[in-house]
């Protein structure tokens, strides 16, 4: 039998979409309309009231990641088209950030993907007025988030 002797100091933080904790979390389930809505990626209404798109400017919440679409048919980390969508619209969620980012700091996301950014929203972007992002974080990596739809 083996027996593991090195151990990683820094594990991996967590993955877009993950809810991060057990504090107290809004969660609504939608369809997803438009194709495929990423984990993490940020959804609006789309065009019945049961149904979201990715990205847009009526944003309500965040794609969460869930272990049922895990195994979609193309095992993407996506949400297929007219599949059931958990969107967190209020609680700690762990999101991708585009840019370079400081604890407190304003988000946006970006209209046509739903891609989150750090800052006030320029053009094709949109203000996620409430949303915080919780720790540091570089480009492209993982970072708890303060969701407030």
Do not use: C, F
């Not at 309309?33 to 019945?48: F, K, Q």
């Amino acid at each position: 039998m083996t027996v593991q002797t090195t151990y990683s100091l820094n594990h991996t933080n967590a993955y877009a979409g993950q809810i991060a904790n057990m504090n107290p979390l809004e969660v609504v389930s939608k369809l997803a309309e438009g194709g495929v809505i990423p984990y993490g990626s940020t959804v609006s209404r789309g065009t019945a009231d049961d149904q979201v798109t990715k990205g847009g400017t009526a944003i309500i919440g965040v794609a969460a990641r869930t272990a049922v679409a895990e195994g979609n048919s193309t095992y993407d980390a996506e949400y297929e088209q007219y599949s059931a969508v958990n969107v967190v619209r209020d609680g700690y969620v762990y999101l991708t950030i585009s840019e370079n980012g400081a604890d407190g700091g304003a988000l946006n996301s970006v209209d046509a993907t739903g891609v989150i950014g750090v800052g006030a929203a320029t053009t094709g972007e949109t203000d996620l007025t409430g949303w915080t992002l919780e720790e540091d974080v570089t480009a492209g990596n993982v970072a708890l988030v303060r969701v407030r739809a």
